[in-house]
């Protein structure tokens, strides 16, 4: 009996490091990751671009939030944010922050700004990419933590994409790092082209953002679940509503309630669904295109269309480098062979 | 557990990281999920033990809010919960400007482009707006006096007052016959004057019935 009972621990010690051996380690083609960087770039460029009107406005000297002003709250507050309704309790500014932005006004905050965009374009070419990639998560980092209650659910999501792909190779793929290195390659002055080849680095970055996505919808699923706005049906009609921030008037459908209430289900338990299914093989291309419609027709009527393209954005992590390939052709791509 | 987004190569052409560097990876992993597991676990109906982990951890809450990883992503991505802070919130301000002229201002503005700079605004309106009432009553004038202190500044005012608005919503049932935007539909939230003495500005918090002390800040939690 004992025996067995050994065998069983050691089968299971042994299986379980094996699959984990393989789900975080075996080496994949960075190709995923080097499309995330191009579309998470452009996506946080434009974030932090849309700053520029509004930088003294909010951040500069005489500004909405001066810096006194994140402090008080802090004190006020603390750490504890229970007690703040859940609509704001995560854009309160916390004990445990940094945010270069905190130390400049005028025109060391417009050069700080400019500094930072010009961070971002050189990570979404992929300039650099080691370098830049920390770089970019530091800037988008700092403007979330200088001013916490401008943010949505956008921000947070951009931010642990670009901490993932500063963590892995994410410019080994469309990149003029990778061109830089086929050049090189071409010219006999390397061997191989660094990164481009599969990486295991690339398959811990990516099935992080995989695993953190999926953290990430099975609380939307949860959120909703637990509600009644959601599960009476009605949950898609309290955002239709809202007047002052959709951006079509979709009211009218108020004729057609059946519809309002299939809409909240389909979106329900298509969240609902979609953390599971989404790990599967067969399922996936399919719940990546029921996601992308789900938030395509979502976005108009919430009003915040970076927030639906940053959850289609993240849910490109489950494509596959292969079809990323077979998609995005790179020049010379066979030249690592 | 294996699938083909990690497109695996052959056996053969496997180059795994050494044994040392997998098992420090390993740990590394262990430990970032543990720690988003507590950020989730504590940020949204926390329970004692998802709460102590959080504090007691070392640099469990350090690691989570330097990388804004210290959310639930319950609220942001439920969309709403019905609640009244699922509804429209607007700053306004009644500036007395220095020619005896009156100016109104609102939060967030009408026509702004690119729309993400419109949605901040309105973000930072919410903020303002649903931290008040008893519970927040050491916090509620912080970010009004901010914006107040901003527009006085810009303007050059003598004083004023300042409101937040919550639109309340239109229920399904009374779509047809209701109007969205019948004042009935308005709660004053909070409403404070603007008094600017010496270049400073303070609020006095106007309650219903009365004008009450200057809103103080104060340090303890509500």
Same mark, same amino acid.
């Given at each position: 009996?004992?025996?067995?009972?050994?065998?069983?621990?050691?089968?299971?010690?042994?299986?379980?490091?094996?699959?984990?051996?393989? &789900?975080?380690?075996?080496?994949?083609?960075?190709?995923?990751?080097?499309?995330?960087?191009?579309?998470?770039?452009?996506?946080?460029?434009?974030?932090?671009?849309?700053?520029?009107?509004?930088?003294?406005?909010?951040?500069?000297?005489?500004?909405?939030?001066?810096?006194?002003?994140?402090?008080?709250?802090?004190?006020?507050?603390?750490?504890?944010?229970?007690?703040?309704?859940?609509?704001?309790?995560?854009?309160?500014?916390?004990?445990?922050?940094?945010? /270069?932005?905190?130390?400049?006004?005028?025109?060391?905050?417009?050069?700080?700004?400019?500094?930072?965009?010009?961070?971002?374009?050189?990570?979404?070419?992929?300039?650099?990419?080691?370098?830049?990639?920390?770089?970019?998560?530091?800037?988008?980092?700092?403007?979330?933590?200088?001013?916490?209650?401008?943010?949505?659910?956008? $921000?947070?999501?951009?931010?642990?994409?670009?901490? /993932?792909?500063?963590?892995?190779?994410?410019?080994?793929?469309?990149?003029?790092?990778?061109?830089?290195?086929?050049?090189?390659?071409?010219?006999?002055?390397?061997?191989?082209?660094?990164? $481009?080849?599969?990486?295991?680095?690339?398959?811990?970055?990516?099935?992080?953002?995989?695993?953190?996505?999926?953290?990430?919808?099975?609380?939307?699923?949860?959120?909703?679940?637990?509600?009644?706005?959601?599960?009476?049906?009605?949950?898609?009609?309290?955002?239709?509503?809202?007047?002052?921030?959709?951006?079509?008037?979709?009211?009218?459908?108020? $004729?057609?309630?059946?519809?309002?209430?299939?809409?909240?289900?389909?979106?329900? &338990?298509?969240?609902?669904?979609?953390?599971?299914?989404?790990?599967?093989?067969?399922?996936?291309?399919?719940?990546?295109?029921?996601?992308?419609?789900?938030?395509?027709?979502?976005?108009?009527?919430?009003?915040?269309?970076?927030?639906?393209?940053?959850?289609?954005?993240?849910?490109?992590?489950?494509?596959?480098?292969?079809?990323?390939?077979?998609?995005?052709?790179?020049?010379?791509?066979?030249?690592?062979? | 557990?294996?699938?083909?987004?990690?497109?695996?190569?052959?056996?053969?052409?496997?180059?795994?990281?050494?044994?040392?560097?997998?098992?420090?990876?390993?740990?590394?992993?262990?430990?970032?999920?543990?720690?988003?597991?507590?950020?989730?676990?504590?940020?949204?109906?926390?329970?004692?033990?998802?709460?102590?982990?959080?504090?007691?951890?070392?640099?469990?809450?350090?690691?989570?809010?330097?990388?804004?990883?210290?959310?639930?992503?319950?609220?942001?991505?439920?969309?709403?919960?019905?609640?009244?802070?699922?509804?429209?919130?607007?700053?306004?301000?009644?500036?007395?400007?220095?020619?005896?002229?009156?100016?109104?201002?609102?939060?967030?503005?009408?026509?702004?482009?690119?729309?993400?700079?419109?949605?901040?605004?309105?973000?930072?309106?919410?903020?303002?707006?649903?931290?008040?009432?008893?519970?927040?009553?050491?916090?509620?004038?912080?970010?009004?006096?901010?914006?107040?202190?901003?527009?006085?500044?810009?303007?050059?005012?003598?004083?004023?007052?300042?409101?937040?608005?919550?639109?309340?919503?239109?229920?399904?049932?009374?779509?047809?016959?209701?109007?969205?935007?019948?004042?009935?539909?308005?709660?004053?939230?909070?409403?404070?004057?603007?008094?600017?003495?010496?270049?400073?500005?303070?609020?006095?918090?106007?309650?219903?019935?009365?004008?009450?002390?200057?809103?103080?800040?104060?340090?303890?939690?509500?």
């Amino acid at each position: 009996m004992n025996a067995k009972r050994d065998n069983y621990f050691q089968t299971l010690a042994g299986e379980t490091a094996r699959n984990w051996n393989d &789900f975080w380690f075996t080496p994949s083609d960075p190709a995923t990751l080097g499309a995330l960087r191009v579309m998470v770039g452009v996506l946080a460029l434009y974030l932090v671009a849309s700053y520029t009107p509004d930088l003294d406005r909010y951040f500069g000297a005489g500004g909405l939030l001066p810096v006194k002003l994140l402090t008080e709250f802090q004190q006020a507050m603390g750490d504890d944010v229970q007690f703040a309704p859940p609509q704001v309790r995560e854009c309160i500014p916390r004990k445990y922050r940094f945010s /270069y932005l905190d130390y400049v006004t005028g025109a060391r905050l417009k050069a700080a700004h400019l500094a930072g965009l010009a961070v971002f374009m050189l990570f979404t070419l992929g300039v650099l990419t080691r370098l830049t990639a920390a770089a970019s998560l530091i800037v988008f980092l700092s403007y979330m933590h200088r001013g916490p209650m401008l943010t949505s659910g956008t $921000e947070p999501l951009l931010a642990m994409l670009l901490f /993932y792909l500063a963590i892995g190779p994410s410019g080994a793929a469309f990149s003029f790092d990778a061109r830089r290195a086929r050049k090189r390659l071409r010219n006999g002055e390397e061997r191989h082209v660094p990164g $481009e080849s599969a990486s295991p680095w690339a398959t811990v970055a990516i099935r992080l953002i995989q695993v953190h996505f999926t953290l990430v919808l099975v609380m939307m699923a949860v959120a909703k679940l637990g509600n009644e706005a959601w599960w009476n049906g009605l949950g898609v009609w309290w955002l239709l509503t809202r007047s002052e921030s959709r951006l079509v008037d979709l009211t009218s459908l108020h $004729e057609l309630p059946l519809l309002i209430n299939a809409w909240t289900y389909a979106v329900l &338990f298509g969240q609902a669904l979609l953390p599971i299914l989404i790990w599967n093989r067969l399922t996936r291309p399919l719940m990546l295109m029921v996601h992308a419609v789900m938030w395509l027709l979502l976005a108009p009527v919430i009003g915040n269309l970076p927030l639906a393209a940053a959850m289609i954005l993240a849910s490109l992590a489950f494509v596959s480098p292969a079809l990323v390939r077979r998609l995005l052709p790179e020049p010379a791509a066979d030249a690592t062979n | 557990m294996r699938d083909e987004t990690s497109s695996p190569a052959s056996a053969d052409e496997r180059r795994l990281p050494p044994n040392w560097l997998r098992t420090t990876v390993s740990f590394l992993i262990v430990v970032h999920l543990f720690a988003l597991l507590v950020a989730v676990l504590s940020n949204w109906n926390p329970s004692a033990l998802a709460t102590r982990l959080r504090q007691k951890v070392p640099l469990v809450k350090p690691y989570l809010q330097l990388l804004a990883m210290d959310q639930s992503y319950a609220p942001a991505y439920a969309l709403t919960f019905a609640m009244p802070e699922d509804t429209d919130m607007a700053v306004e301000l009644d500036l007395n400007l220095a020619d005896g002229s009156r100016q109104s201002f609102s939060l967030p503005a009408g026509d702004v482009w690119p729309r993400v700079r419109r949605l901040r605004d309105a973000r930072l309106a919410a903020t303002a707006g649903d931290l008040t009432g008893e519970t927040f009553r050491n916090l509620e004038s912080l970010l009004p006096q901010a914006i107040a202190a901003h527009f006085v500044a810009q303007y050059g005012a003598k004083g004023g007052t300042i409101r937040c608005m919550r639109h309340f919503l239109l229920e399904l049932e009374n779509a047809a016959s209701g109007d969205p935007y019948d004042a009935s539909r308005y709660l004053k939230v909070y409403e404070a004057r603007i008094l600017v003495r010496g270049g400073n500005v303070q609020l006095m918090k106007m309650e219903a019935a009365a004008e009450v002390a200057p809103a103080a800040v104060e340090r303890e939690k509500p």
